[in-house]
């Protein structure tokens, strides 16, 4: 093999690693920007170290740094950072609750977050789900399992199952043209969604093990659901909640159910 296709995986999870440098992460994985005050309160060390951490992830790639005037500002380096941080989550053990605001935390998260740019979490699964019983989203047999093929058919899902299993890694999610009519009229432009970025992903959600939508279309169909208030921020970092008019409009646009919009 020719050794420029050989990667560094040790040097990157050593950086991943460390406890302190994971609650960074995570904290950035909602898409944001944040100073390192900021982020050394998230990970519950002083501001001297966490310096260090962060020049650790820098120079593992895992972070880049904006410079507004005298400020820095953090953010993760790409969207498959966050694509890696969820995935890693799906096989790691569940932290310990030792507090009432961490339970509450811990609720809002596996409800309704944000991966990086797209929603998560049983929202997340939810209009998955809605998007292909409304046949705006195909799943096709790709005959091979790489999970991430480009352009529109690019994410994996299980056509035998209702296509959004976590182990389907034999099929693609396809944008269909009734779909492109659909999201249209949402206000979702399909055609002009960024180029350099795959439209249609899939994030294996780690609290319910099946797949949300992610990729261009993902970031696209959820900043649509903030402009019109369907969605708003929550307390928490990455946690986002529901409105009223979100949940009316969840199930009478997309036929999301009641039950998973309560």
Not at 38 to 47: C, K, T
Request: charged residues 25%.
């Amino acid at each position: 093999m020719d050794a420029r296709t050989e990667t560094d995986v040790a040097h990157v999870a050593a950086a991943i690693g460390d406890p302190s440098r994971a609650k960074v992460l995570l904290a950035l994985a909602g898409g944001g920007a944040l100073p390192a005050s900021a982020l050394a309160a998230e990970a519950g060390v002083s501001n001297s170290t966490i310096s260090g951490h962060l020049a650790r992830l820098l120079d593992a790639r895992l972070l880049t740094v904006e410079l507004d005037g005298r400020h820095r500002y953090y953010r993760l380096a790409t969207t498959d950072v966050a694509r890696a941080l969820e995935q890693l989550a799906l096989i790691a053990r569940p932290l310990p609750v030792r507090s009432l605001n961490a339970d509450t935390r811990a609720k809002a998260l596996l409800r309704a977050r944000l991966c990086y740019d797209h929603l998560a979490g049983r929202l997340g699964v939810a209009v998955m789900s809605a998007l292909q019983e409304r046949e705006i989203l195909a799943a096709e047999r790709t005959g091979s399992g790489g999970g991430s093929p480009d352009a529109d058919a690019n994410a994996d899902a299980d056509a035998g199952s209702g296509g959004t299993g976590a182990g389907s890694l034999d099929v693609a999610y396809v944008l269909t043209p009734h779909g492109r009519q659909e999201l249209a009229a949402f206000g979702v432009d399909t055609d002009r969604l960024p180029r350099r970025r795959a439209s249609v992903r899939y994030c294996v959600d780690w609290a319910e093990q099946r797949h949300h939508l992610a990729g261009a279309l993902g970031a696209a169909l959820t900043a649509r659901l903030f402009d019109l208030e369907w969605l708003r921020h929550g307390k928490y970092r990455r946690v986002v909640h529901l409105t009223d008019a979100g949940r009316e409009g969840l199930v009478t646009t997309f036929g999301v159910r009641d039950d998973q919009v309560e």
